[in-house]
Structure formats: structure tokens, C-alpha cells
């Protein structure tokens, strides 16, 4: 699938501020886009702010592996309304890790799991 639009404004912007930052530019951007008067452009709005959360899902994921000298092959998949670029300022976030090995003891999925479900270090990133 060829990156959009979003997704190469999304990369730009995590290489140029880090994650962290990159996350409060695009959210800042995308809030005042809806607080104006055109609204005639809401599925391109949508799809924006689906990017800065898929684009930065995938930036952290990479990151990990990277970390973590995981060589086997995983992706994580946006779901629901993520996955159809159809993100709200109130809409959740669904995304699933998906692995060409065993589950059960993979210590790279723990870990996974640990910083998204169970601390700030996702946040913090």
C-alpha cells in the first residue's frame, strides 16, 4: 500500500521532533483544523489523525524491535475505526500484534504488552 499523504507528513514529523513532540504537533494541528469554520473536510481530517496514531504505533513497534534484537517477523495491525481512517478526537485507539512464531513465552510480546497495557512508558516515549 503507498504511503499517503498523512502517513509521509506523520514520518516527517517524528524525525524532525522525536515521537513526543511529533505527537503533540500533529494532535495541536488537527484540534485547531476542527475548532475552524470549514468543516467540508472531515474524512480528510479523519484520516489525518488516524496517521498520527498509526504512524507513531509504527515509528514505536520498529523502535522496539530494534531494541529488543527481535528478528522474527511480527506486525501490528490498526482495527476497527484506526484501520479505516476514521479517527475522532474521541475515537479509541485498536491495534493487534500479530506473530510468525509462538506466543507463549515470547518475551518480545510481554514486553510489548507491558509498556502499552501496564505503564506510562508508551506515553513517555
Not at 59 to 87: C, I, N, S
Request: glycine share 8%.
Amino acid at each position: 500500500m503507498k504511503p499517503s499523504f498523512f502517513d509521509k507528513q506523520v514520518r516527517q514529523t517524528i524525525e524532525r521532533h522525536g515521537p513526543a513532540e511529533a505527537f503533540r504537533r500533529l494532535i495541536e494541528s488537527s484540534d485547531a483544523l476542527l475548532r475552524g469554520c470549514d468543516l467540508d473536510h472531515g474524512l480528510e481530517m479523519a484520516a489525518a489523525r488516524s496517521a498520527t496514531y498509526t504512524g507513531l504505533m509504527g515509528h514505536w513497534a520498529t523502535e522496539q524491535q530494534k531494541v529488543f534484537g527481535y528478528d522474527r517477523p511480527f506486525a501490528v495491525v490498526a482495527l476497527g475505526g484506526t484501520g479505516r481512517e476514521e479517527m475522532t478526537p474521541c475515537s479509541d485507539t485498536d491495534f493487534a500484534f500479530l506473530f510468525d512464531d509462538a506466543i507463549e513465552g515470547n518475551h518480545f510480546l510481554l514486553e510489548l504488552q507491558q509498556q502499552v497495557l501496564h505503564t506510562d512508558a508508551f506515553r513517555n516515549d
